[in-house]
Structure formats: structure tokens, C-alpha cells
């Protein structure tokens, strides 16, 4: 019951904190479904039950797309679902393509947790691109968001072989 009531605190929290955002596709879709697709698909597509990787999938955008602070995150959630959420967060002292080539780089580095998220957001954001595109992207950017997404993923596989067949499942929709 703790679990459930957690995981719903978490949903809650980040539909407030995502209010008032919308995702980038021709819809301008409700930002919120996406974090919920993240726990669904970890969930209901990979089995995943541990606790703290479906609450820190739920809030895996907060921190660096709304004014949530890691402070606010460690007080309502704890210091180890904080400490996912920071992994998933780029550094926004960089530019938009470093911060790109370090997921890269950094992929290898991730908690067991916070790949197991790394996977879901890719998968989603591919479904996404496939999908629900940004609105103006055109081939060659969709194709290219894919391969930098393979890019990310090659460097943390071995952690969840069910979650790596869904994401290969999902590239193998590459824009042509
Ligand atoms: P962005 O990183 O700006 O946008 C993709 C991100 O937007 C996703 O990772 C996802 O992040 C979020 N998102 C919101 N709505 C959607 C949706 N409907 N579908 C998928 N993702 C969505 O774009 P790029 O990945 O292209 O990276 C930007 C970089 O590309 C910059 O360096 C820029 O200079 C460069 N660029 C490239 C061009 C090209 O043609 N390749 C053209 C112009 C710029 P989240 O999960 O965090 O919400
Ligand atoms: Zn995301």
C-alpha cells in the first residue's frame, strides 16, 4: 500500500509541476503523458516493480524542466529517488549538443535505476518521433534523433534484456 500511495504522490506531484507545459508535438499534447508513459511502459510492458524506478520515472523531467529543486525532491521522495532524478538531468551550464554527446559518454556511468529510466524515456521519446513528431522536424531530424538514441543505449545494455528488445522493437521504426 505504501508503494501504490507512493507512486501516486509522485504522479500528482510532477502533473502540478509539469502544469502548465505541453509536449512539442502538432497536438501540443498534455507534457504530463509523457512521464505516465514512462511508468506504464516500465510497469505494465517490462514488469518493472521496483519502487523507486517508477517514481523517479514519473518525476524524471522535473528537475530540468520546471522549477523543482533537488532539495523539494529528497523531502517529499527521499535522497535515492533525488538521486535517479539528478541522473536523468543534463547539465544546463552546456549547450544543447554537448549535453546530447554527454548522454553519450555518460550512459555507461548510470545507477542500475537510472538506466532502467535512461531505457523508458528513449523508448517513449522513439514512439514519440514515430508517432507524434515535433512539430517541423523533418526526416532527416527524426532519423538522426533516432540514431543519437541507439547511440545513448548502446552504452548501458546488459541491465534488462526485456527492456532492451522493447527499445530495439521501437528502433527498428526508424523514420524512412
Ligand atoms: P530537442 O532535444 O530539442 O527535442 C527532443 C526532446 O524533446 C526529446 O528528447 C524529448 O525530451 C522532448 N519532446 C517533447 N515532445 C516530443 C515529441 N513529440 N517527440 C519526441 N520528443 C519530444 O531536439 P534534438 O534531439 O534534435 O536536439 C537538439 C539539438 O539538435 C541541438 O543541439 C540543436 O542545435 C540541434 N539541431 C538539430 C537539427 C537537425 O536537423 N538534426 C536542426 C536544428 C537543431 P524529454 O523526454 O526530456 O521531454
Ligand atoms: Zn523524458
Same mark, same amino acid.
Given at each position: 500500500m505504501d508503494t501504490l500511495s507512493d507512486l501516486i504522490k509522485a504522479i500528482a506531484f510532477a502533473a502540478d509541476k509539469h502544469r502548465d507545459q505541453r509536449r512539442k508535438d502538432v497536438c501540443a499534447s498534455p507534457y504530463i503523458n509523457h512521464p505516465i508513459q514512462l511508468v506504464n511502459l516500465l510497469c505494465n510492458?517490462?514488469?518493472? $516493480?521496483?519502487i523507486n524506478v517508477l517514481c523517479a520515472a514519473g518525476l524524471h523531467d522535473t528537475l530540468e524542466d520546471t522549477e523543482t529543486t533537488a532539495t523539494e525532491l529528497t523531502q517529499y521522495f527521499g535522497q535515492q529517488i533525488c538521486s535517479i532524478v539528478l541522473e536523468m538531468s543534463?547539465? $544546463?551550464?552546456?549547450?544543447k549538443t554537448e549535453r546530447k554527446k554527454e548522454q553519450i559518454r555518460h550512459a555507461s556511468d548510470l545507477s542500475n535505476e537510472a538506466k532502467l529510466v535512461k531505457l523508458a524515456d528513449k523508448i517513449c521519446n522513439l514512439r514519440d518521433v514515430a508517432d507524434n513528431p515535433p512539430a517541423g522536424w523533418d526526416l532527416q531530424r527524426r532519423q538522426e534523433y533516432f540514431d543519437w538514441a541507439l547511440a545513448v543505449i548502446n552504452g548501458l545494455r546488459g541491465i534488462h534484456p526485456g527492456l532492451e528488445s522493447i527499445f530495439d522493437e521501437t528502433y527498428a521504426r526508424r523514420p524512412e
Open positions: 510492458e517490462a514488469g518493472v $516493480s521496483n543534463d547539465d $544546463s551550464n552546456l549547450c
